[in-house]
């Protein structure tokens, strides 16, 4: 923003201030002086001697800046990569224990099983190349990049965990109608088991990295391993019924997880759903707002708005200054609103500023449409 002196003071003050700010960088300017966000930091912490140690931090999500939790929006991306390859693999080695399973007893169930939970490769696939495509930058023809590719992909696992969800319904109702007598029920008991821990220790890794870098996909593809865990869980109880006497007991569990993985589907679709419709969590305006009233300069919040795109969020708002302030110290208390919204909103990642005069009738807002041509 030109710092010059407008001769008329009612707009010395209505300036659109853009600060635009991407967290993968580690400054950007402001007339010709820096402000740094996030400081040099030195991966240099110690992770131990023992393989055991190294191991740990390989697979953790952790911070290089133990002072600033929040990951940056390419380190974001990296970490949701990481943990798309590490928890692909987990998936793998559950499938092979499976397998060797499968080769020991000779059961064809085991077997679709343990394809089923190869089938993670066809969404885990899509979300590390989404991941990919978010970190793009800008052209003239995607001016916003390609995050939204992630949200596109959250669609693809929900419609993968409705298929499974549907099959597990159906297989379920079969069963009722006509059952039959489980084979190896000792070895469908093994792979069941490594089934649900594996699948367990994959999902609580994928939610976990993706809460913490704000990605709603990856969420949902930790649910997509935790439907198969309950997958697994429904096997269970069905050995256990079979010993115990009561072989309905396999169909009755797998409707009651059949139940359960519907109601995970609805509520990880809600929020992919959500996020595609531009829309955000409750309370997230009202922390923007806040927190911009809060900064010395400011004395109204006239507007906000805020959405996700991949997993980091954007936001604008319009702001009411002192209109006898000079361009120049209005530029100053924008500068200021931008860079406590980046230390204060998780996940927020771009800003931008307009600045009006407080009290001064300034027209239509500038956020507005335009208005409807005039009748000829």
Partial sequence: MNPRRDAHPQRQAHQ???????????????????????????????HGD???????????????????????AEEASKEGIRTAWI??????????????????????GLLADTLHNLGHLVTTIPLIIAFRLGRRAPTRRYPFGLRRAEDLVGLLIGLVIAISAALIIAESVRALVDPRPMTNPAWVLAAALIGAAGNEIVAIYRIR???????????AEGQHARTDALTSLAVIGGVVGTWAGFPQVDALVGLLMGAVIVGVLISTVRVTVRRLMDGVEDGTLDQIERTAADVPGVRRVERSRARWSGHRMEADLDIAVD?????????TIA???HSTLL????????????????GVACGPSLSLPAPPPAAA
């Fill in 50 to 72: 023992d393989w055991w140690a190294r191991v740990r931090h390989a697979i953790t999500p952790h911070s290089h800046d133990h002072a600033e939790a929040m990951p940056t």
């Fill in 323 to 331: 209109p006898g302030l000079t361009v120049a110290a209005a530029h």
């Fill in 209 to 219: 990295t993706g809460r913490r870098i704000g990605s709603a996909a990856l969420i």
């Fill in 335 to 337: 500068v200021e609103v």
């Fill in 343 to 358: 230390r204060a909103v998780r996940h927020l990642d771009r800003v931008s500023v307009h600045v009006e005069p407080d």
């Fill in 87 to 108: 928890s692909l693999a987990g998936m793998a080695a559950t499938a092979a224990l499976q397998l060797v399973i499968v080769a020991v007893s000779g059961s064809i």
């Fill in 16 to 46: 659109h201030q853009e600060h635009e700010h991407e967290q993968d960088k580690h400054q950007h300017e402001h007339d010709g002086h820096q402000h740094d966000h996030h400081g040099a930091h030195d991966h240099d912490h110690d």
